[in-house]
Antibody
Framework: EVQLVESGGGLVQPGGSLRLSCAAS????????MDWVRQAPGKGPEWVGR??????????EYAASVKGRFTISRDDSKNSLYLQMNSLKTEDTAVYYC????????????WGQGTPVTVSS | DIQLTQSPSFLSASVGDRVTIICRAS??????LAWYQQKPGRAPKLLIH???ALQSGVPSRFSGSGSGTEFTLTISSLQPEDFATYYC?????????FGQGTRLEI
């Protein structure tokens, strides 16, 4: 059974940093591209960014709203995905989801339960 | 960026009804469109990918169609568990974008 479990969310002040983790199991993690998607309270989902697999040199893509502040990384030996968030703003307040990319089918087929991040003074 | 506009934003229906949700893209995206269902406090769940392909385990009352800039999600006979919010997502190009959602209520 595919499982994605996020952790690391919490309350942080504007300008602060936070590192989210996602533990993956039930599939060959190293084969898949992985995405982070967030959802602000009462809003629709917003794609945050992607990290590709080793075959694609672990290249990354980011939404314009987080580029230069957020960094996605992965450790295939630990089946883990990370999101390092720096210079946090109040508008980054959201539930952050770790998702698995479907590959050629172009979708996100598995999602974690999400971890909430609140940026407030 | 590719904008996705869903209509309606809110839909009131009854058990047994047939409903259709529309998603329009600001430019052509071939068939690179997915549909998700989200219930309160839960993560989105994939229903359909590639505009019309039903994800494994999703009931056959859900169907999708379209190509280019206009897409539809149809639920043929609403069941109580279908009352939720539905989002479309384009996977044609980065950044990946979502529609604003359609809230389906009894």
């Amino acid at each position: 059974e595919v499982q994605l479990v996020e952790s690391g969310g919490g309350l942080v002040q504007p300008g602060g940093s936070l590192r989210l983790s996602c533990a993956a199991s039930g599939f060959t993690f190293s084969d898949h591209y992985m995405d982070w998607v967030r959802q602000a309270p009462g809003k629709g989902p917003e794609w945050v960014g992607r990290i590709r697999n080793k075959a694609k040199s672990y290249t990354t893509e980011y939404a314009a709203s987080v580029k230069g502040r957020f960094t996605i990384s992965r450790d295939d030996s630990k089946n883990s995905l990370y999101l390092q968030m720096n210079s946090l703003k109040t508008e980054d307040t959201a539930v952050y989801y770790c998702t698995r990319d479907c590959g050629a089918l172009r979708c996100n087929d598995y999602w974690g339960q999400g971890t909430p991040v609140t940026v407030s003074s | 960026d590719i904008q996705l506009t869903q209509s309606p934003s809110f839909l009131s229906a009854s058990v047994g009804d047939r409903v259709t949700i529309i998603c329009r893209a600001s430019q052509g995206i071939s068939n690179y469109l997915a549909w998700y269902q989200q219930k309160p406090g839960r993560a989105p769940k994939l229903l359909i990918h590639s505009a019309s392909a039903l994800q494994s385990g999703v009931p056959s009352r859900f169907s999708g169609s379209g190509s280019g800039t206009e897409f539809t999600l149809t639920i043929s006979s609403l069941q109580p568990e279908d009352f939720a919010t539905y989002y479309c997502q384009q996977r044609d190009s980065h950044p990946i974008t979502f529609g604003q959602g359609t809230r389906l209520e009894i």
